[in-house]
């Protein structure tokens, strides 16, 4: 099974300064994964053109699917259209379906500053969506969204049209334990060695009443998944499973 | 003003299959704040050696501090040290020392499992901070930290003696006002124009019946800081700010 891989390139000095605390790569991994795509890097990066015209060129080369999260208002610290422009060699152009779009929605109160947003990467495809009055822009494998975590998600929804194949979804698995990850570990070696095919991940709480480990096992072939589960649980020192999920 | 720099490498498949939301970068960019330091990258990758070691080099040759956050337990997808000691073409040896902190701690329940808690990676500072039963790796100006958010809070703010310059604290004020961005934008242009040492952001927000946009004034002179504010304030349509912090 190959297996298509995404990037998201998160752009936003807020979530650099600690302002606020990005949400949408949880969204966008929770989207990709019933799909069967693997989201394989994050990055975040300040609202800068240079910075995120390299990363945006350095992720378009190396994963099928790029997302943007944020930089596409009116303000000056929008520059993720620009940015994309300089990583493609291209022009910024006023968009005349947006332009008439904007024109509709703010009628009278419609200020340049809010015509900013018809200004579009030369070559853009404007994909419509749940709501054709807000299409998303998409630039080859780059899909441009918003960082509003609220619109991120509707515009995300709304392109699960262009992303759906026919691979398998990933599932997990999961085991809870009240042993530690240090008398685990034999019964997780034994387990990563006989399951290649299962990425099984083991992840520690800190004074949890509920659990000390919870022990994952991933895959688009969900028998194989299950199996690995089984052949952990059945492996590990009796009392120590607290439940499956 | 020169101002350090720091970047945030965070290890983990559950980050980007969606089972976890990362909390440790806010914490990170909240700590660094006062300190004058500038988070300015975040990357995100999976539990794989080589896409570790790689980004390890990219990040601690550009900025003066790196931060691994992750990958550092005793189980088969802790692969964080002997990432960086790949990276930095050392060797991994086992520490006498949290050899026998590991010891004292775990008496007759301790597994080989655990004593892989004890591997670092050639030339490891250990650096004793809060607590001395639990050291922190140093290695040059990569800072390894465990990813579970409580112990990861405590393990960085150990680390701030090391950390703390004569720099300037960063500083931000906010205002928020009823006004979208399209028509705030030439104000925003304007205070931009007039200060470029402080950074101006526009947030805006979705059905917020509190506000529409909150605009912040972000710097490490805080006197120039206000300053943008109240010429900003003092520039935009009567009856357009709801308050300011």
Redesign the interface.
Known sequence: MTTRTAAHL?IG???????????N??TL??TL?PLGI??????????EVALIAAEANALRATHDYVFTSGGV?????DVTVEALAHALGRRVVRSPEIESLLRAH?GD??????L??ANIVEGTRLHSGLDPKWPTMVLGNVFVLPG????YRYKLDGLLGLLRGDDAP?V?HRVYLDR???????Y??AV?QAFADV?????????DPEYSVMV?F?GRDEARVIAALQHFVAAVPEGSVLRTS
């Open positions: 998160v000095n807020e979530l650099l300064s600690g302002k606020i605390q990005d949400a790569t949880l991994a929770n994964r693997a989201l394989r890097r994050v990055v975040v990066v300040p609202d208002g009116p303000t000056h610290d703010y109160a419609l200020t340049d500053g809010h900013c947003m509003v975590p609220e619109i990933f997990t530690d990850e240090g008398a685990l570990k034999p997780l070696d990563v990425a099984v991940g083991s992840y520690p709480r800190w004074r994952t991933d």
